[in-house]
């Protein structure tokens, strides 16, 4: 079965970086699109990243030059670099196979407070 298990979120402070990864399982990553989503508190779930078997991104307004999502099928293990992180950005933060079928992950908080 399929398993997308989400690592490196925590609390860091406003203008600090961090790499969240997410470990693929139980499929090929490299025939697979990707993805990462975040929810906060009251809002509605969003992307915020997104990577295709050919290699294409995409980033939604909120987070484009400032987060890169990126794969390394060797290691079946999709990231999502963030810097200059934001109060705003504070949410749990989701991996997402989004084909050949959906699949996600249990998700990793990320807090950004002084």
């Known amino acids: 079965q399929v398993q997308l298990v989400e690592s490196g979120g925590g609390l860091v402070q406003p203008g600090e970086s961090l790499r969240l990864s997410c470990a693929a399982s139980?499929?090929?990553?490299?025939?697979?699109?990707m993805g990462w989503y975040r929810q906060a508190p009251g809002k509605q779930r969003e992307l915020v990243a997104g990577?295709?078997?050919?290699?294409?991104?995409k980033y939604a307004d909120s987070v484009k030059g400032r987060f890169t999502i990126s794969r390394d099928n060797a290691k079946s293990t999709v990231y999502l670099q963030m810097n200059s992180l934001k109060p705003e950005d504070t949410a749990v933060y989701y991996c997402?196979?989004?084909?050949?079928?959906?699949?996600w992950g249990q998700g990793t908080q990320v807090t950004v407070s002084s």
């Open positions: 997402k196979r989004e084909r050949p079928l959906v699949s």
């Open positions: 139980g499929m090929i990553l490299r025939i697979a699109d």
């Open positions: 990577i295709t078997s050919g290699n294409s991104s």
